[in-house]
Structure formats: C-alpha cells, structure tokens
C-alpha cells in the first residue's frame, strides 16, 4: 500500500484516498497550435507514457481532505515517494537531477523552456 | 422577495434530514442531530489581500489560513477547508443575510459565497467515548496531540465523505451530505452501542 501525505492539507492516508491523476506534466500539443497537429503528435500525446523502472512522476488528488491537485515523484520499484511538489510547478532541482530516460529529456526541455520565457 | 420573507419561507419548509428519528438509546455517547445551524460555502484565495479584508468585514474574523484551523466570532465561525475554500457556520435563519451581505462585499473580487444550509446533515457525537466512536469509522488517530478543539478536517469516515469539527474535548460536530444522514446515524448507533468500548483506549 502506497501510503500519501497531502502536500496542501497534511491529509494522511492510503492511495484509496486519493485520486490517482496518471503521469504528470504531459502537454497537450493542440492547446497551443491546433491547426499544425500531426496524427504523430497527437497519438504521442494521448497513448505514449513514460513507464520507467525507478523515479516517475505523477499527479494525484487529495479527495478526502482538501481536493487539491499536486504532483508526486515515486520510486516504482521501491515504491518510496521522493517529493511533493505544486500542481503548476515542476520538481525540485535535486530531484529532476536524478531524472533517467524519457524523464530526463522532458525536464531538460522544459527547464530550457522555462529559461527562454522568463 | 426581502430576506425576512426569504426567512419565513425557510422556516415554514425546512425539515432536518433526521427529523423524524428517534434519538438513539443504548449508546455509551450521545448522538444527536444538529439541525438548526447555517452552512456558507465562501471561496477565494487567501493570499488576495482584498478578499481577505472583505471576508473580515462581514464576519469579524480573519479567515484561517493554517490548514485544518478554524476561527470563531461570536456566533460565526470559519472552518478551513482548503487554501480558497472556507465553510461559514452560523444561526440558520441568519444563513441567506449573511450569504447577502458576503456577495456585496466580495462584489469585483475573484470569490464566490452560497448558502449550502441543506446540503450537509450534523450529527454530534458527545461524551466520554466520542473520539473512540469515531476513530472507528476512520483511519485517524484521535488520541493524537493535534486533535484539539478547533481542529478542522475532511476525511472519509464509514466509507463516506464526511467533515468533522473538534468543538469541545468530547464534543465533535460530523457533518455528511444530507443523503448520507441515515446513514451516518445507523453507523455510529452501531459503533456506540453499551458494551463495544474499547478498552485499549480507555485511560
Ligand atoms: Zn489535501
């Protein structure tokens, strides 16, 4: 059992408690450019997950206490939670640094992203 | 229609959702449906100064900002139920005026005030075993140092969603959605019943 401690109210409880919300921070292309979407794009953004053996990410809702959205970084083979983290915001640097894969790649993107915007 | 209408309306058709209930007997606490109390639903972000001081106008408190908190004035009290969502407690015939006056006061600011009177049932469990009661329907630890009163929180209790609000050392308020009443009042009949105490938790 997956034991949670919300990050917003300090609900504690077990996933049932929670509302798993799936992999987080996936973008949905034709937010942004509707017109220019490829059918590529579009199955990448509705079927391709990251499925990494280790640290993932993932959003889950606090159904019980407060309702809130947040994000969770999870060991899938230790099941061990590394942080909590905002719905809006991406994980703490120490965190995205030990990032492998697909993950990895996501991050870097959006860090540099995030950099060009600011 | 003026609110003292709005008043009188509400008195001629309002029923508890346990009106016709008979009390519980044979119970080692006491269970007892509240049913005269107002319930305002009031959202806006506690970090925008103007909603805020607006709150604080009507109500006379600051809203409570630490989570699981709440704050009493009078006979208003603010309950914390997430960082923009707080639920106002006061008299029941006094729910549609305060509702009013927090809409005029709140107008232009990103917010939102409605009376939910009818939405939720209130059943108090008091007495010696009260916390015992209901750390039978939850996962919960009662006896904990943080469960003083004042003490706010949403939880599931008997499988159901539920809010429950430590008022006094053995007195808390659960509130449940009016469908869930019965419910609510069957399970804790059965978690209270003379003879299931729990000795473990008995000082
Ligand atoms: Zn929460």
């Not at chain 1, 509302?19 to 987080?24: L, R």
């Not at chain 2, 699981?68 to 969502?85: C, I, N, Y």
């Not at chain 2, 006056?101 to 939405?119: F, K, P, R, Y």
């Not at chain 2, 308020?173 to 729990?198: C, I, P, Q």
């Amino acid at each position: 059992m997956l034991l949670v401690t919300c990050p917003i109210c300090g609900a504690e409880g077990d996933e049932t408690d929670f509302h798993f919300g799936g992999q987080a921070h996936i973008a949905r292309p034709a937010t942004t450019n509707p017109e220019g979407i490829t059918d590529a794009q579009q199955r990448e953004y509705l079927f391709t997950r990251i499925n990494p053996k280790g640290l993932h990410f993932e959003r889950a809702r606090c159904d019980r206490g407060c309702g809130k959205w947040f994000h969770i970084a999870r060991d899938t083979m230790t099941m061990e939670i590394k942080a909590y983290y905002g719905v809006t915001e991406l994980p703490p640097p120490d965190i995205i640094a030990q990032a492998k894969g697909g993950w990895a790649e996501l991050f870097a993107e959006r860090t540099a992203h995030a950099k060009k915007t600011k | 229609m003026t609110l003292t209408e709005g008043a009188s309306v509400l008195e001629a058709v309002f029923e508890s959702a346990l009106a016709h209930r008979a009390e519980p007997t044979n119970t080692y606490v006491s269970l007892h449906e509240i049913s005269m109390r107002g319930m305002i639903d009031l959202r806006g972000l506690n970090t925008d100064k103007k909603f805020m001081a607006a709150a604080k106008q009507v109500l006379g408190i600051d809203l409570p900002k630490a989570p699981r908190t709440s704050e009493t004035f009078g006979d208003v009290k603010a309950l914390w139920l997430s960082p923009d969502q707080w639920m106002i407690l006061c008299a029941r015939d006094k729910a549609p005026a305060l509702t009013a006056q927090l809409t005029e006061a709140l107008a232009g600011i990103h917010s939102l005030a409605v009376d939910v009177s009818d939405m939720r049932a209130i059943i108090r469990v008091e007495g010696e075993g009260a916390r015992e009661v209901m750390m039978k329907g939850s996962s919960l630890d009662f006896t904990d140092d943080d469960f003083k009163p004042g003490y706010v929180r949403r939880i599931r209790f008997a499988e159901i969603a539920a809010l429950f609000n430590i008022v006094e050392d053995n007195v808390i308020d659960l509130y449940v959605f009016r469908s869930y009443a019965h419910y609510t009042m069957d399970f804790l009949t059965k978690a209270a019943r003379k003879g299931s105490e729990v000795a473990a938790l008995r000082k």
